[in-house]
């Protein structure tokens, strides 16, 4: 399973989106706490042996730690970089949870993570993958084989059956990590815990240049000063104004996307 | 690491100054000592508005100051005295105070307890974070361990030093809190504000790393108690103390008073435009010598603030320093005990004769009248108006009529402010008995 190492109190620079993060204050998301507490449970229910992984500087192991002390076996650090992307996060875990039935992540971190990492992970090792569920329902008789619930759209849920080998990634609230006993925070403390290296990844397309949101600046004529406050501050938001119709668009998928990012950096997403 | 884990030769609650100090003393005398910290990490949990008097260290970290994660280094200070629309300010300055061996610094908990705790575990001290203590592990009336908030989370040792801060808990189980009265405590809040460092040394009329005290007396509105204000590298901590029961009485809100100060002409524009970025609240024990609980237990100590080892005496506001002496005394006493197999009351009677031997509980014993002093109605609202007013009077240039005289001045403005001879008299003989 996956954990990672993330600042729960970050400061952000309000005017240039300059983030700044402390050790300190940094630890494991309550997704990643699930997905734990989900992990020790199959290996209760299944048997074999819990291999948590992180990918991140050493001050990362903490988390390991803290999964060590609730009942993990095995612990292994992927030395990266904080800044690593996602495909290059996945890549270094999936070189070493290759051959796990069931890889477990949380569904995103909280430093605004995009959740991509256990899709990525789940494309690498060619394992069904079973994204946002809510809760899972583990037969003690069919181990390997995990019985998710994940939410849809308008209230809605869907039920999944996923087949080892496979990657679940769940939500924070499903469930909550036990509290670790004091025997096992002490055992932790000297557990050892394994440090591989990622594998040089090529990139497969230039990488984006991601920044905090701008909306581009627009001209607009002042208006007219008959119009009371409320109207004019409506007429420079352009709150009333008609707004292009939605646009059904049938793509080729490659243009399908090229033509979303073109859409994002209009708006403002994208640089 | 002993050989059972639950196992140790002292158990330490608590990883702020007294705590660290303890378990490092513990440590470095090849005794096996967990510390205990119920936040994620040293400091997580403090809060302190003030000034760090390290020298007490000098035996313990010898050049202790090339490492302290020091904010600042006080070589300003002054002692402010408001009335609502006057201030009157005695600052003083020395660049002795901005070399080593230094005298204060200011500091961020966060910071400065994890460096002290990380000393201890260096010196062999196992830190365990996140685990509060929720009771002690008794045999009759004699303490052999503490009860964790853990699953099998007892931790059994000889000794425990009960470092766990004020309104402590583990004392009072032990039944060393006799008298724990809401008088002998106040409420002290602060706001952290965040603001350009140039801008910090432009404010204050700093350099460097030198920083700068303000104690404020008068500040807090209808609620006896006092104000500061303390600069860090990039930010200023501004705040009040207040009184508990009169807190209580008053029906002001904390943050209304600290709000009231920052809104006084003399505060307003050293905190313009300070970026908030921390606000907290913690009771601070103020009761002084008179008020401490017991301090000696069978198997049990008791250091820190949660001795009420806080100094409040007006001119010297001191915490942390005690803090880590009583410490380092709770240590010395438990090894002591655990070299001789006795860790009743008994063996460990050598930590109050430390404590007395040493400036611990002879600062708090020579200044124990400070307290009912500093806070009594006089100091709080009389005085400062009178003083300020004499002053005024003294200022104040309204030609063509010629200058009164600072005596003539003082009888008018002590007839009109309601100061009586007999009182200031006797509060001034209390005083010079108190700091003299």
Same mark, same amino acid.
């Given at each position: 399973?996956?954990?990672k190492w993330v600042d729960h109190r970050p400061e952000v620079d309000p005017l240039t989106g300059a983030v700044t993060t402390d050790p300190r204050t940094s630890a494991a998301s309550a997704a990643d706490? $699930? ?6 449970? #199959? ?13 991140g500087p050493a001050a990362a192991?903490v988390v ?17 970089e904080a800044t690593a ?23 995103w971190s909280l430093d605004r993570g995009s ?50 080998? $496979? !990657? ?19 055992? @932790?403390?000297?557990?050892? !815990? ?15 240049r991601i920044g905090p949101y701008r ?6 004529? @002042?208006?007219?000063?008959? *119009? ?43 640089l | ?25 513990? $440590? ?7 510390? *205990?910290?119920?936040g994620p990490y040293p400091g997580s949990k403090n809060m302190y508005g ?19 994660p020091a904010q600042r ?12 629309? %006057? @201030? ?14 230094? +005298?204060?610094?200011t500091t961020l908990r966060p910071d400065f307890d994890r460096w ?44 425990? !030093? ?8 583990? =004392?009072?189980? $032990? ?15 602060k706001e952290v504000l965040g603001l350009p460092r140039h801008e910090v040394e ?7 790393d030198?920083? #700068? ?17 303390y600069t860090n590298l990039d930010s200023i901590a501004v705040g ?7 807190? =209580? ?6 943050e209304?008073?600290i709000?009231?100060?920052k ?8 905190v313009a435009g300070g970026d908030l970025k921390e606000f907290s609240a913690? *009771? ?10 017991? !301090? ?18 007006? *001119?010297?506001?001191?915490?942390? +320093? ?7 005394? =709770? ?48 100091? %709080?609202? %009389? ?15 309204? +030609? ?15 007839? +009109? ?20």
């Amino acid at each position: 399973m996956c954990q990672k190492w993330v600042d729960h109190r970050p400061e952000v620079d309000p005017l240039t989106g300059a983030v700044t993060t402390d050790p300190r204050t940094s630890a494991a998301s309550a997704a990643d706490h $699930a997905a734990l507490e989900w992990g020790l449970r #199959m290996v209760e229910g299944w048997g074999g042996e819990l291999l948590v992984a992180t990918a991140g500087p050493a001050a990362a192991e903490v988390v390991l730690r803290e999964a060590l002390a609730a009942g993990a076996h095995h612990a292994v650090r992927i030395d990266l970089e904080a800044t690593a992307t996602s495909e290059e996060v996945a890549a270094g875990l999936a070189e070493r949870l290759a051959g796990a039935d069931v890889v477990l992540c949380g569904d995103w971190s909280l430093d605004r993570g995009s959740g991509s990492v256990p899709a990525f992970l789940a494309a690498q090792l060619a394992a069904a993958s079973g994204l946002g569920c809510t809760v899972l329902a583990l037969d003690p008789d069919r181990p390997g084989e995990v019985r998710a619930e994940r939410r849809l759209d308008g209230g809605r849920r869907e039920r999944l059956v996923l087949e080892s080998p $496979a !990657v679940v990634s769940v939500e924070g609230g499903g469930t909550r990590l036990r509290r670790a006993s004091l025997a096992g925070v002490l055992q @932790a403390r000297e557990a050892a !815990v394994e440090v591989a290296s990622a594998p040089p990844l090529t990139p497969s397309r230039p990488p984006l240049r991601i920044g905090p949101y701008r909306p581009r600046p627009r001209s607009r004529p @002042a208006p007219s000063a008959e *119009l009371t406050a409320r109207e004019r501050i409506l007429v420079l938001t352009g709150t009333p104004a008609d707004r292009p119709p939605p646009q059904l668009l049938v793509l080729e998928p490659a243009a399908a996307a090229d033509r979303i990012l073109d859409q994002l950096r209009t708006w403002g997403y994208l640089l | 690491m002993p050989e059972t884990f639950q196992d140790f030769d002292a158990v330490v609650v608590g990883a702020g100054p007294a705590g660290s100090t303890a378990a490092l003393v513990l $440590a470095r005398a090849g005794r096996r000592v967990a510390l *205990l910290e119920r936040g994620p990490y040293p400091g997580s949990k403090n809060m302190y508005g003030g000034v760090v008097y390290g020298r007490v260290l000098d035996g313990l970290l010898p050049a202790w100051w090339d490492e302290v994660p020091a904010q600042r280094w006080v070589t300003r200070r002054s002692t402010m005295v408001l009335t609502p629309t %006057q @201030a009157l300010s005695v600052d003083f300055r020395t660049q002795a105070w901005g070399s080593p061996p230094y +005298n204060g610094c200011t500091t961020l908990r966060p910071d400065f307890d994890r460096w002290l705790a990380g000393k201890a575990e260096e010196a062999g001290a196992v830190l365990i974070t996140s685990t509060t203590a929720t009771g002690l592990l008794r045999q009759g009336t004699r303490t052999v361990g503490v009860r964790t908030d853990r699953p099998q989370g007892d931790l059994r040792a000889p000794v425990v !030093v009960a470092c766990d801060g004020v309104n402590s808990f583990l =004392a009072k189980e $032990a039944g060393l809190y006799h008298h724990p009265e809401p008088e002998h405590f106040t409420l002290g809040v602060k706001e952290v504000l965040g603001l350009p460092r140039h801008e910090v040394e432009k404010r204050f009329a700093l350099q460097g790393d030198e920083g #700068m005290d303000i104690e404020i007396l008068g500040g807090t509105g209808p609620v006896p108690g006092g104000g500061f204000l303390y600069t860090n590298l990039d930010s200023i901590a501004v705040g009040v103390v207040l009184h508990l029961p009169a807190l =209580a009485a008053s029906r002001r809100r904390p943050e209304d008073l600290i709000a009231d100060l920052k809104a006084h002409p003399a505060i307003a524009p050293l905190v313009a435009g300070g970026d908030l970025k921390e606000f907290s609240a913690h *009771l601070i024990p103020e009761g002084g010598y008179e008020a401490m609980p017991g !301090v000696v237990a069978d198997g049990l100590l008791v250091a820190g603030d949660a001795a009420g080892l806080c100094l409040a005496a007006g *001119l010297w506001l001191e915490g942390v +320093n005690f803090a880590i002496a009583s410490g380092q005394a =709770a240590a010395e006493a438990a090894i002591e005990a655990l070299r001789s197999g006795d860790s009743s009351a008994a063996g460990l009677a050598g930590y109050r004769r430390r404590l007395e031997a040493s400036f611990v509980l002879q600062d708090h014993k020579k200044l124990r009248r400070a307290p009912g002093l500093v806070l009594s109605e006089r100091v %709080q609202h %009389q005085y400062p108006k009178a003083l300020c007013d004499v002053v005024e009077a003294l200022f104040t240039v309204d +030609n063509p009529a010629p200058k009164r005289g600072a005596l003539r001045a003082a009888r008018a403005v002590g007839k +009109n402010d309601g100061v009586r001879l007999r009182d200031l008299a006797r509060d001034l003989y209390t005083m010079a008995r108190t700091f003299g």
